[in-house]
T-cell receptor, first 113, second 113 residues
Framework: QKEVEQDPGPLSVPEGAIVSLNCTYS??????FMWYRQYSRKGPELLMY????GNKEDGRFTAQVDKSSKYISLFIRDSQPSDSATYLC?????????????FGQGTELSVKP | EAQVTQNPRYLITVTGKKLTVTCSQN?????MSWYRQDPGLGLRQIYY???????DKGDVPEGYKVSRKEKRNFPLILESPSPNQTSLYFC????????????FGPGTRLTVL
């Protein structure tokens, strides 16, 4: 079983739609939860970061963490064509006197005008 | 400008011909790592470095070497490349392995014939 599972898509939605992206994980030791966005031919960039259960909002983006269910989500409201990208969840924990960071497989999102 | 640079951006080589992909960061980050990205598999960590002269294996280290002689540089070495190492490679740096944003380089597209 993979430590982090993410539906790779691809996901295609019309402009203005609400998008829900999800990851599940198996290790309850994960403490930090992130979403990265990766445009075509670019490196990933941090979009959202949280470390507690609940919701965190930033403009049209909301990150949700449910530690009891080992489930994290990213919601995009009023999606725009510029949101078309691959979205990767990333989870990390303190581990072995350092840290452990695991990425999901990434979900490819296309927002059609 | 704060950034992670990688060279070369594109490389086509033949089986068995040693190559080095350079990575450099100008943010004084302690933590650096290398990832490979393959369709359906997401980002997988090859090697990471907590600090100068401290490196350790990630999830897929076979066939790769790294060194960290200076804080800013973290080259990836393929002593004898094989076709299964054809992939998109990213270098990343951050203040720590866990709770800080990973800054990614632009990527190196490697093809081994």
């Amino acid at each position: 079983q993979k430590e982090v599972e993410q539906d790779p898509g691809p996901l295609s939605v019309p402009e203005g739609a609400i998008v829900s992206l999800n990851c599940t994980y198996s290790n309850s030791a994960f403490q930090y939860f992130m979403w990265y966005r990766q445009y075509s031919r670019k490196g990933p960039e941090l979009l959202m970061y949280t470390y507690s259960s609940g919701n965190k909002e930033d403009g049209r983006f909301t990150a949700q963490v449910d530690k009891s269910s080992k489930y994290i989500s990213l919601f995009i409201r009023d999606s725009q064509p510029s949101d078309s990208a691959t979205y990767l969840c990333a989870l990390s924990m303190i581990y072995n006197q350092g840290g452990k960071l695991i990425f999901g497989q990434g979900t490819e999102l296309s927002v059609k005008p | 400008e704060a950034q992670v640079t990688q060279n070369p951006r594109y490389l086509i080589t033949v089986t068995g011909k040693k190559l080095t992909v350079t990575c450099s960061q100008n943010m004084n980050h302690e933590y650096m790592s290398w990832y490979r990205q393959d369709p359906g598999l997401g980002l997988r960590q090859i090697y990471y470095s907590m600090n100068v002269e401290v490196t350790d294996k990630g999830d897929v280290p076979e066939g790769y070497k790294v060194s960290r002689k200076e804080k800013r540089n973290f080259p990836l070495i393929l002593e004898s490349p094989s076709p299964n190492q054809t992939s998109l490679y990213f270098c990343a740096s951050s203040l720590s392995a866990t709770r800080d944003e990973q800054f990614f380089g632009p990527g190196t597209r490697l093809t081994v014939l």
